[in-house]
Nanobody
């Protein structure tokens, strides 16, 4: 069993930066990790993923070059550094874990093993 808890969300201005954290507990060694986001009335969308080893990352086109995903295995935490934030980044951000990294981008979110409760990021227009 894996438990995920996000933190670091908040209200920021256009152009600002934020770093989200996802603290994982349980048997996390075998899991790849990812960040998703969701706004009201829309599907939960993939943002970024990192492999179990931390060697491989992947990003949604909308955040490529602005966001960076990383992990600190020593403290079982995954980070999402978000730079040059703008209004379209306003969303609830969720951390996810799964043994199969392909689940993050195959469009089958209901197959993903574990989710955190989410943290709100707001960038007013």
């Amino acid at each position: 069993q894996v438990r995920l808890v996000e933190s670091g969300g908040g209200l920021v201005k256009t152009g600002d930066s934020l770093r989200l954290s996802c603290a994982a507990s349980g048997s996390t060694f075998w899991y790849a990790m990812a960040w998703f986001r969701q706004t009201p009335g829309k599907e939960r969308e993939f943002v970024a993923q990192i492999s179990r080893s931390g060697d491989d990352t992947k990003y949604a086109d909308s955040v490529k070059g602005r966001f960076n995903i990383s992990k600190d295995a020593g403290v079982s935490t995954v980070y999402l550094q978000m730079d040059r934030l703008n209004v379209v980044d306003t969303s609830v951000y969720y951390c996810a874990a799964d043994v199969n990294i392909r689940h993050f981008t195959d469009g089958q979110n209901n197959e993903i093993g574990f989710w955190g409760p989410g943290t709100q990021v707001t960038v007013p227009a």
